[in-house]
């Protein structure tokens, strides 16, 4: 038999309290010794959190009795040194990690020949107790029992051997895994001869893996009242105590994934999965082998979840522990838009340039960064054998540059047939903006409650045309240029949506006065409020449907009277209004029965229905950011493009638009523009917000 972890021993100075914040975190602790009894020799209280593949973390306490702020103190003089000598090994192991320390003071790792072990630890010069027998009894009365050997080293493991069978692990906790360990130590060389005896030669970063646990070492060195050791939680969000005992989580911890995820991502931006207009230009091999790629680079996702494939849009099934909930759907894009004039960019715009900070290339955010996210999420979470409560649903389109017809449109129609109904739907949209905001000095997370419709309007006008020497009064150019201009000058009129309103009380707490006293009392300052708003364009489309004339056509000769003229005017639809809304406002304000007016053909859409943000699913998405970036803010907000999301409303309850990628102004720019690049740091938060949300739901 391999070693194994069997536990990790966690010191704290107030069980109770420690426990209740943990279970406040929805992580099961399983009461153990009462105060008094001991443990390893030593009275203390213990509890217990059982983790995967049968290990535990066991926290011990002296407590915060009389008892234990004497011994303490005691371990703070030098009657501590002969009194602390007579015990064996463990009770000094034990005992000094809970008189010093509040945190990891070591871990056990069952051994095949523990008696060989000892020897062989002997023989390369270190200090091992003989084996011996402890028991210890849970709060059931139930015995459990093990053999010891503990070191004199205590940057090394306890050695143990079960006498006894495991606690069982309880489904509440089923979740919880390890997914490294970091052995402080002051002789790196001297701890790793220590564990090549107990645990084989490393690998070759130098680390141990012991199933789904990597333990190495960090020669940084050892101070007295800091934890021995550092562990990761791979698979839930801890309370913020945890972070001083030495405990951290995956999902604040960004460096727990490796260079090759920046890799995976850079070979996908190198594919140029372009979306054009014109089908003609669009180069199927390039979604091809972005295909190929994604199931080389994920083959558990590709080989565990059931996969389905519309054109190049693709449907991942991963069935949950409960077959009656669907609990999430998530979205994301593989292809790009054209690049306008690839001189501009720093890098060539499909080069997939990896540097020290930034990943380069055209898809860097909008948005093959999240199909890659995703998956990076997917695949770690089988590998640490994770398995969602209700069935997850990724859905990744290839046309969503060009309206989804062919890709969500086509996925979302298949799932109303199977009669899906997910709990949740998250999708590109919003960002996290800094120094964005005027008046906050933190990271704003703006979390998209639907999506603004869109309608493209044609105007047009025929005239008979002639010689330019004798014109009319206006020309058709001259009555199209003037409809254009009616519409600029008289756009939609202000509204202030409950969205916007929910959006300025939650930015409130972070202003300085007195704007946080304005937008506090939002309700009865919504005028004021809008009129405010309206000072930029960003923030004007929040509370106005917009108007933007992009194209206008007329005449072909500079000395002949033009017969026909048009323009295309697009509207950006506020949740409220409609598109028959735009089109009577049209006709009312250009008043000319000789102007055509018309929806031109193309993407058309409502606006989307708006989620709350007072229910837990909103409550899900804040937290899951809060985890990544615990100083951000959070508001809402409104989606002023096109997403896939729009072809999923009948198939989730609610939908946001949310990834936890910060963004400065330059950087929005940079979004269908040139450059457009994603940082190390950003692209690892996405995993690890992806991977909450996974675990989560």
Request: hydrophobic fraction near 35%; proline fraction near 7%.
């Given at each position: 038999m391999a070693p194994a972890l069997d536990h990790l021993l966690l010191a704290v100075r107030d069980l109770e309290r420690t426990a209740r914040e943990f279970r406040a975190a929805g992580i099961d602790v399983v009461a153990g010794s009462p105060p008094g009894l001991p443990h390893g020799g030593v009275p203390t209280a213990c509890a217990r959190i059982s983790c995967r593949n049968g290990v535990a973390i066991d926290l011990l306490s002296y407590g915060v009795s009389p008892y234990g702020q004497a011994v303490r103190l005691l371990?703070?003089?030098?009657?501590?040194?002969?009194?602390?000598?007579?015990?064996?090994?463990?009770?000094?192991?034990?005992?000094?990690?809970?008189?010093?320390?509040?945190?990891?003071?070591?871990?056990?790792?069952?051994?095949?020949?523990?008696?060989?072990?000892?020897?062989?630890?002997?023989?390369?010069?270190?200090?091992?107790?003989?084996?011996?027998?402890?028991?210890?009894?849970?709060?059931?009365?139930?015995?459990?029992?093990?053999?010891?050997?503990?070191?004199?080293?205590?940057?090394?493991?306890?050695?143990?051997?079960?006498?006894?069978?495991?606690?069982?692990?309880?489904?509440?906790?089923?979740?919880?895994?390890?997914?490294?360990?970091?052995?402080?130590?002051?002789?790196?060389?001297?701890?790793?001869?220590?564990?090549?005896?107990?645990?084989?030669?490393?690998?070759?970063?130098?680390?141990?893996?012991?199933?789904?646990?990597?333990?190495?070492?960090?020669?940084?060195?050892?101070?007295?009242?800091?934890?021995?050791?550092?562990?990761?939680?791979?698979?839930?969000?801890?309370?913020?105590?945890?972070?001083?005992?030495?405990?951290?989580?995956?999902?604040?911890?960004?460096?727990?994934?490796?260079?090759?995820?920046?890799?995976?991502?850079?070979?996908a931006l190198r594919l140029q999965t372009v979306s054009y207009e014109d089908p003609t230009r669009i180069d199927d091999s390039q979604f091809v082998q972005l295909g190929e790629l994604l199931e080389t680079s994920f083959p558990k996702a590709h080989s565990e979840l059931t996969v389905e494939k519309f054109g190049h849009s693709r449907l991942y099934t991963w069935p949950g522990t409960d077959p009656t909930r669907v609990a999430g759907l998530f979205l994301a894009h593989m292809d790009v838009v054209p690049v306008d004039d690839p001189d501009r960019w720093t890098h060539p715009p499909f080069s997939g340039v990896v540097d020290d900070e930034f990943v380069w290339g055209r898809g860097a955010i909008d948005d093959k960064s999240r199909v890659l996210a995703l998956l990076e999420a997917i695949e770690g979470a089988l590998t640490d054998g994770v398995r969602p409560t209700g069935t997850l649903y990724f859905a990744f389109g290839h046309d969503e540059e060009i309206g989804g017809e062919n890709g969500a449109c086509v996925i979302a129609r298949e799932l109303l047939e199977r009669g899906v109904r997910a709990e949740i739907l998250l999708d590109e949209g919003g960002v996290v903006t800094r120094g964005v905001v005027d008046g906050i000095d933190r990271p704003v997370a703006s979390i998209m409650l639907g999506e603004k419709g869109f309608a493209t309007v044609r105007l047009s006008t025929r005239d008979l045309g002639g010689h330019s020497s004798m014109p009319p009064k206006h020309t058709a150019v001259g009555r199209i240029s003037r409809a254009v201009v009616a519409l600029e000058d008289n756009p939609m009129p202000l509204l202030m949506s409950p969205t916007v309103l929910d959006m300025t009380k939650r930015l409130a707490p972070f202003m300085s006065e007195p704007r946080r006293s304005l937008l506090r009392s939002a309700d009865r300052f919504s005028a004021v409020i809008a009129r405010i708003l309206t000072a930029r364009p960003q923030t004007e489309a929040l509370v106005r449907t917009t108007t933007a004339a992009t194209v206008i056509r007329g005449g072909v000769k500079a000395n002949v009277l033009p017969q026909h003229a048009e323009a295309l005017v697009n509207f950006r639809i506020l949740p409220g209004e409609s598109v028959a809304d735009v089109l009577a406002h049209c006709r009312a304000t250009i008043a000319d029965d000789r102007v055509d007016i018309e929806l031109a053909p193309g993407m058309l859409a409502e606006p989307s229905p708006v989620s709350p943000s007072d229910g837990p699913e909103f409550a899900l998405v804040a937290e899951s950011a809060r985890k990544v970036l615990p100083d951000v803010a959070v508001t809402t907000g409104l989606v002023p493009g096109a997403t896939d999301a729009r072809h999923y409303n009948d198939v989730a309850a609610v939908r946001f638009n949310f990834a936890p990628i910060i963004l400065e102004q330059a950087d929005l720019e940079r979004i269908h523009g040139s450059d457009e690049r994603i940082s190390h740091e950003n692209y690892q938060r996405l995993i690890a917000f992806d991977r909450i949300l996974i675990e989560r739901l």
């Open positions: 371990a703070k003089t030098p009657a501590w040194g002969p009194l602390r000598s007579r015990g064996s090994a463990v009770e000094r192991y034990i005992g000094d990690g809970l008189a010093r320390t509040e945190g990891l003071i070591g871990m056990s790792i069952r051994v095949d020949d523990l008696a060989a072990t000892v020897r062989a630890l002997r023989d390369e010069g270190f200090d091992v107790d003989d084996p011996a027998d402890f028991t210890r009894t849970d709060a059931t009365g139930a015995e459990s029992g093990w053999r010891v050997a503990a070191p004199g080293d205590p940057t090394l493991p306890i050695l143990i051997e079960k006498l006894t069978p495991s606690l069982p692990t309880t489904e509440a906790d089923r979740g919880i895994g390890i997914g490294w360990i970091a052995v402080r130590t002051d002789d790196t060389d001297r701890t790793a001869t220590g564990y090549r005896v107990v645990l084989g030669e490393p690998e070759a970063d130098g680390s141990w893996q012991l199933g789904p646990v990597a333990i190495r070492l960090d020669g940084g060195g050892r101070s007295p009242g800091l934890p021995n050791l550092r562990a990761c939680l791979g698979s839930t969000p801890l309370p913020r105590s945890a972070s001083s005992l030495g405990l951290v989580d995956a999902f604040n911890t960004l460096d727990t994934h490796s260079a090759a995820s920046i890799d995976r991502l850079a070979q």
